[in-house]
C-alpha cells in the first residue's frame, strides 16, 4: 500500500499563504491488513471501536478515532503494520456497544470492510 500525505506548510502548524507539499513512501514494500468497520447498532462509522491483531505472542491494538488536528482529522481505517509477518493469527473487534467479533486467520495485504453483527 502506497503512502501518499499531502501538506501545506506556512505560519504556524496551519498551513496557511505557503504553497502545498506532499511527502511519499518510498520505504520497501511490507505487509499490511486494514479494517474498514461499519457499525449498525453502533454509531455508523465505528468510532470507538476497538481492534486487537494477534500474531504469535505478539497482540497490537487499534481504535477507530476520528480526532484529527485544526481543520483535519483521521482515517476511519484501522491499519496494521506486519512488516516481514505472513499471517494473522486472529483479530478481536470489540464494537463500541460492547458485542466481540472474531475473525480467524484473515488474509494480509488486503482491505476488509466489515459490518457490526446483528448478536
Given at each position: 500500500?502506497?503512502?501518499?500525505?499531502?501538506?501545506?506548510?506556512?505560519?504556524?502548524?496551519?498551513?496557511?499563504?505557503?504553497?502545498?507539499?506532499?511527502?511519499?513512501?518510498?520505504?520497501?514494500?511490507?505487509?499490511?491488513?486494514a479494517f474498514r468497520l461499519t457499525g449498525?447498532?453502533?454509531?455508523?462509522?465505528?468510532?470507538?471501536?476497538?481492534?486487537?491483531?494477534?500474531?504469535?505472542?505478539?497482540v497490537m491494538v487499534r481504535q477507530v478515532?476520528?480526532?484529527?488536528?485544526?481543520?483535519?482529522?483521521?482515517?476511519?481505517?484501522v491499519h496494521f503494520g506486519l512488516g516481514?509477518?505472513?499471517?494473522?493469527?486472529?483479530?478481536?473487534?470489540?464494537?463500541?456497544?460492547?458485542?466481540?467479533?472474531?475473525?480467524?486467520?484473515?488474509?494480509?495485504?488486503?482491505?476488509?470492510?466489515?459490518?457490526?453483527?446483528?448478536?
Amino acid at each position: 500500500m502506497k503512502d501518499i500525505e499531502y501538506r501545506s506548510a506556512g505560519y504556524g502548524s496551519h498551513g496557511f499563504n505557503d504553497r502545498p507539499y506532499f511527502f511519499a513512501n518510498r520505504f520497501p514494500q511490507r505487509n499490511y491488513v486494514a479494517f474498514r468497520l461499519t457499525g449498525t447498532s453502533s454509531n455508523r462509522d465505528a468510532i470507538g471501536a476497538v481492534v486487537r491483531l494477534w500474531v504469535g505472542k505478539t497482540v497490537m491494538v487499534r481504535q477507530v478515532n476520528p480526532a484529527g488536528g485544526y481543520l483535519s482529522h483521521s482515517s476511519r481505517v484501522v491499519h496494521f503494520g506486519l512488516g516481514d509477518r505472513s499471517k494473522i493469527d486472529r483479530i478481536e473487534i470489540r464494537w463500541p456497544r460492547g458485542i466481540v467479533q472474531t475473525l480467524v486467520n484473515p488474509e494480509i495485504n488486503t482491505l476488509h470492510q466489515i459490518k457490526e453483527p446483528a448478536q
